[in-house]
C-alpha cells in the first residue's frame, strides 16, 4: 500500500472450520458470506478445501458466479480433501508457504468460526500486522456470540500489558454479513500504517 492511496477491498482471505459446527447459524453465515461476497463481486481467497463450512463457503461463492482461489499444502490434496471446482487451486509445499500466499492475495482477512487452524490463521495474520509484516484489516464474524471468549481472552491481554490496545483497530468484530463487510469495506487504515508499513522485508525471512 502506498501513502495517499486509499484502502480498496478486492479480494478476502477467509478462515474457517473444516467442520460445520453444532449450531445451524454457522452454515448458515458461511453461505450468506459466499452468496454476499459474489454479489459485491468480492473474490474469496481461502485453504482450498471441500469439507466442513470451508466447503460450504467455496460453493456459495461459486453459485453466485463469484471467483474462488484455494492455497493447499500437497499432502492435504493427497488426502482428497481439495475442492475440485474452484476457479484457481494452488497447491503449495508446505503451510508457511500457503499461509503466505493465501494473506498475499487478498486486502483484508475474515474469520469464521472454526477451530484451532482458524484461531492459528487469524492469530497469524494478526501477528504479521503487529510486526509491520502486513496491513489487513481483520474481520471477526461473531456468529452467536461464538468468539466472545476469545474477544474477552485478548481483552484481558490488553488489561495485563501483553497486547497494544491498537490490536482493536485492526480486528473489526461484528455479529452480521453485511456489518461486517460494510466495516471492512469502508476501512482506512491509519496514517501510522500507511506510512510505517515495511514494504522491504521480505516475508520469507521470518520463516
Ligand atoms: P479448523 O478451524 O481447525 O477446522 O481448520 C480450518 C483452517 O485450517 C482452514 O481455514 C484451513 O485453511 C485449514 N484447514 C484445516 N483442515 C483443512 C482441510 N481438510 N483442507 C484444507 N484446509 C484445511
Redesign the pocket.
Known amino acids: 500500500m502506498t501513502a495517499g492511496k486509499s484502502f480498496e477491498l478486492k479480494r478476502i482471505c477467509?478462515?474457517?472450520?473444516?467442520?460445520e459446527g453444532v449450531d445451524p447459524a454457522f452454515r448458515a453465515a458461511a453461505v450468506e458470506l459466499g452468496e454476499t461476497m459474489a454479489e459485491r463481486g468480492l473474490g474469496l481467497v481461502?485453504?482450498?478445501?471441500?469439507?466442513?463450512l470451508?466447503g460450504v463457503l467455496a460453493d456459495a461463492v461459486l453459485t453466485g458466479n463469484g471467483e474462488v482461489i484455494g492455497v493447499?499444502p500437497k499432502s492435504?490434496r493427497d488426502?482428497e480433501?481439495?475442492h475440485l471446482g474452484l476457479s484457481d487451486l494452488q497447491v503449495v509445499n508446505s503451510m508457511h508457504e500457503?499461509k503466505r500466499l493465501?494473506y498475499g492475495q487478498a486486502e483484508a482477512v475474515v474469520a469464521l468460526p472454526?477451530?484451532?487452524?482458524?484461531?492459528?490463521?487469524l492469530f497469524e495474520s494478526m501477528t504479521w500486522n503487529q510486526l509491520d509484516i502486513h496491513a489487513k484489516p481483520a474481520g471477526l464474524l461473531n456468529v452467536e456470540g461464538y468468539f466472545d471468549p476469545l474477544i474477552a481472552m485478548l481483552e484481558r491481554a490488553v488489561e495485563q500489558g501483553f497486547v497494544g490496545s491498537s490490536y482493536r483497530e485492526f480486528l473489526r468484530v461484528a455479529s452480521t454479513v453485511p456489518e461486517l463487510l460494510a466495516d471492512l469495506e469502508s476501512y482506512q487504515p491509519s496514517a501510522e500504517d500507511q506510512f510505517s508499513r515495511r514494504s522491504d522485508v521480505p516475508t520469507d525471512a521470518f520463516e
Open positions: 477467509v478462515f474457517c472450520g473444516s467442520h481461502y485453504g482450498g478445501g471441500k469439507v466442513g470451508m493447499i492435504l488426502r480433501v481439495a500457503r493465501m472454526g477451530g484451532i487452524g482458524t484461531f492459528d490463521e
